[in-house]
């Protein structure tokens, strides 16, 4: 069964400073990665996804995820934080093809913004 | 584009009662997933339908949960008797296709049952 583990359920970073929220994966298939935020009262957004193209992928608001097979890993960064940024972030991971979309949603991480 | 529609937004009812939630996902969308949010933990796949039939529903509680998709448009989610453990938030998602497309998300309704 494919999971995803955050480490950290709380993040805390200065404004201005280096954002990375950890993600690893666990699947027995080569996988779909996916970051969403989510906002106060709000639906979940897609920052970025990562589908077997590049393993550097750029999303939306200046964020970035780097897939490591070697590691198992799928982090999210952003070189400076923005008060905007505080939110609930959320890792998820499917199945690649074979017509399996299932997200399976990590337990997500809240970045704190400190001015 | 309009996004994807769920209500109500709220909703607070006693243990026992029933409750429905609607989803009117974006137009042209086949695939359309409800999940359910916990406090302090990540969304859970209970549906998923693909135009109006059902592709999995292996997480479902179909003892008291139950999800219609008629015509293959919007959707109702409906828990009967609900239970303390029902609180949570309800999330509406559709994507275009199958196969690792990006999947929009409702707002979502918040659901607390006392």
């Known amino acids: 069964a494919q999971s995803v583990t955050q480490l950290g359920s709380h993040v805390s970073v200065s404004e201005g400073a280096l954002v990375l929220l950890r993600c690893n994966y666990s699947?027995?298939?080569?996988?779909?990665l996916f970051w969403y935020v989510q906002y106060p009262n709000q639906g979940l957004q897609l920052l970025l996804k990562?589908?077997?193209?590049?393993?550097l992928v750029k999303g939306i608001n200046g964020f970035e995820a780097e897939f490591k097979k070697s590691e198992t890993s799928f982090h999210l960064t952003k070189p400076s934080a923005h008060m905007s940024d505080a939110a609930e972030y959320f890792c998820a991971v499917s199945d690649r093809g074979f017509g399996n979309e299932k997200l399976t949603f990590g337990t997500g991480t809240r970045l704190t913004i400190i001015p | 584009e309009a996004g994807v529609a769920q209500s109500p937004r709220y909703k607070i009812i006693e243990k026992r009662q029933s409750v429905a939630f609607w989803c009117n996902p974006i137009?042209?969308?086949?695939?359309l997933y409800w999940y359910q949010q916990i406090l302090g933990q990540g969304p859970k796949l209970l549906i998923q339908f693909q135009n109006n039939g059902v592709v999995d529903d292996s997480q479902l509680p179909k003892d008291r949960f139950s999800a219609e998709r008629l015509k293959g448009v919007d959707s109702t989610l409906k828990i009967q008797p609900a239970k303390l453990e029902d609180s949570a938030v309800y999330l509406c998602a559709s994507s275009m296709d199958r196969g690792g497309n990006e999947q929009f998300f409702g707002p979502g309704t918040r659901l607390t049952v006392l």
């Open positions: 137009s042209g969308h086949a695939t």
């Open positions: 990562y589908t077997s193209a590049a393993t």
């Open positions: 699947s027995s298939v080569p996988p779909y």
